[in-house]
């Protein structure tokens, strides 16, 4: 199995609201990550976990939080967005800082509005 | 800082033809590597190929082969025999593999990508 799955596929909410993003893998992978992608463009980093622990941390606003709650998931928790924020977040994991490659999830289509 | 250039923001080519997606790099690491990605229009990253900074051979997975150029700091994607499903965009990307840069794990630098078609 290697699967990263990313729910919801697509999430609509408003600059008021509270949700949450979750990605899970079940591959055994130490190493977990969010990224951001707008329209047109590279990934951005966002936020790496090693062994559960957040390890980088891309100056992100503290609207979006990170959560491990264990090896096997990693939940992005939205608060208070601004409609710039919309893209799709994607998440990814690897074996730890020597593996090569990284797997990554379908993503989420975030719109907020 | 790692970065990744690419420099074709978007390429045509006829299908059952050679496609050569150009990538050059600037790192201060010893250790790296460097990874191509493939994203459809659906959104899912998939990865194609990877080829490590000490790797002396170049990297080869099916039709997909990375032509590795470790003094011109280039690590070109050839796609053999294209086909309509190859039609993505495509992104090389880098990563610090040097375990005592700081420990933990890395993420990925990416370019800005191709935007490859392949015409019937």
């Known amino acids: 199995d290697t699967e990263v799955t990313q729910t919801p596929k697509h999430l609509v909410m408003g600059m008021t609201n509270k949700k949450s993003l979750k990605c899970e893998q079940h591959?055994?992978?130490?190493?977990m990550y969010w990224y951001k992608q707008k329209a047109k463009k590279p990934p951005e980093l966002m936020f790496v976990?090693?062994?559960?622990?957040?390890?980088i941390n891309e100056s992100v606003p503290s609207r979006f939080s990170p959560e491990c709650p264990n090896s096997s998931l990693l939940n992005l928790h939205l608060h208070a967005l601004q409609p710039e924020d919309s893209a799709l977040y994607l998440c990814?994991?690897?074996?730890?800082?020597?593996?090569?490659?990284?797997?990554f999830g379908q993503g989420t289509r975030l719109t907020v509005v | 800082a790692q970065k990744i250039t690419q420099t074709q923001p978007g390429m045509f080519v006829q299908e059952k033809e050679a496609v050569t997606l150009d990538c050059t790099y600037d790192?201060?690491?010893?250790?790296?590597?460097l990874f191509w990605y493939k994203q459809p229009s659906s959104g899912e990253m998939i990865f194609l190929i990877y080829?490590?900074?000490?790797?002396?051979q170049n990297a080869t997975e099916g039709r997909y082969s990375l032509n590795f150029q470790k003094a011109r700091k280039s690590a070109n994607l050839v796609i053999s025999a294209s086909q309509l499903g190859d039609s993505a965009m495509y992104f090389c990307?880098?990563?610090?593999?040097?375990?005592?840069?700081?420990?933990?794990?890395?993420?990925?630098?990416f370019g800005k990508g191709t935007h490859l078609i392949i015409q019937p």
């Open positions: 080829q490590g900074s000490y790797d002396e």
């Open positions: 990814a994991s690897s074996q730890d800082f020597e593996t090569t490659e990284a797997f």
């Open positions: 976990y090693s062994y559960e622990k957040l390890s």
């Open positions: 790192t201060s690491d010893q250790s790296y590597g």
């Open positions: 591959m055994g992978h130490r190493a």
């Open positions: 990307a880098m990563r610090d593999l040097d375990m005592y840069s700081g420990g933990g794990a890395d993420g990925l630098t």
